[in-house]
Nanobody, 118 residues
Framework: QVQFVESGGGLVQPGGSLRLSCPAP??????MGWYRQAPGKQRELVAG??????????NYANSVKGRFTISRDNAKNTVYLQMNSLKPEDTAVYYC???????????WGQGTQVTVSS
């Protein structure tokens, strides 16, 4: 069973950057994504990346488009999220998991807290 251990979060000032990492062994054949959940809100998908077997295309929520970049390193079995120009509204716990049209996901990890504040 896949277990995710997200890392790289922290406290950053508005306009700053963070890079999140998610070791994800055994998931190279799946589309993967980064999700986030802010206090009092539902978990939302902010970035997704297809398997390199199907082209590796990416897609983003409008709220992060142009600021976040998702990538994957199949050799390291790791999915990344580069976050630039961070805003206070990006504050949330960030998780990685599978992305599927049927909504199937693996068990959720603990996530990594991102706090954007001056």
């Amino acid at each position: 069973q896949v277990q995710f251990v997200e890392s790289g979060g922290g406290l950053v000032q508005p306009g700053g950057s963070l890079r999140l990492s998610c070791p994800a062994p055994g998931t190279n054949m799946y589309a993967m994504g980064w999700y986030r959940q802010a206090p009092g809100k539902q978990r939302e998908l902010v970035a997704g990346i297809q398997s390199t077997l199907t082209g590796g295309s990416t897609n983003y929520a409008n709220s992060v488009k142009g600021r976040f970049t998702i990538s994957r390193d199949n050799a390291k079995n790791t999915v990344y999220l580069q976050m630039n120009s961070l805003k206070p509204e990006d504050t949330a716990v960030y998780y990685c998991n599978r992305v599927s049209s049927g909504g199937y996901v693996f068990p959720w990890g603990q996530g990594t807290q991102v706090t954007v504040s001056s």
